[in-house]
């Protein structure tokens, strides 16, 4: 091999084990109306690699994207956007991530974020949360299951 071919296949060689993983970002919209009924996120579940982010866009006025309490990681600090914030959120740590707009929580406005290998827990089947976004939760804990019986 001439020293040209051998710096030619160490370059390539060092740029494939040095490039960093790209990172995925999921667009989420804050809905007056959806798919699903009123006052919805869609998609209302996510599942992302740890590093991946979730782009909360205004579909209409009045709406927030907030982590909730008890809903997420045990070490994660948790986020809260400002009404009528289209905000980014970076998600590092592998577990599941409650998310709800603050002003439509109680009409159900939830969604559920899963990132890398979570298990649904019991305590967050159980969380405590209004009646209408129980319901939304219950929904989307459905599916989840769905999926992994018929795997």
């Known amino acids: ?30 809905l007056n109306r959806g798919e699903n009924g009123s006052m919805v996120f869609e998609p209302d579940y996510v599942e992302l690699k740890p590093g991946d982010s979730v782009k909360f866009r205004a579909g209409h006025r009045s709406h927030n994207a907030t982590s909730i309490d008890g809903m997420v990681p045990a070490d994660y600090a948790g986020f809260k956007g400002q009404i009528n914030e289209e905000i980014e959120v970076t998600f590092d740590t592998s577990g599941l991530y409650g998310i709800k707009c603050s002003p439509h929580f109680a009409m ?35 599916r989840i299951d769905q999926t992994k019986a018929a795997q």
């Open 1 to 30: 091999m001439t020293m040209r071919v051998r710096l030619a296949a160490a370059l390539i060689t060092l740029g494939l084990t040095a490039a960093p993983a790209l990172a995925e970002t999921i667009e989420v919209k804050m």
């Open 108 to 142: 159900g406005m939830v969604m559920l974020i899963k990132v890398g290998e979570a298990e649904l827990t019991d305590a967050l089947r159980k969380a405590e949360v209004p009646g209408r976004a129980r319901g939304r939760f219950d929904a989307i804990f459905a």
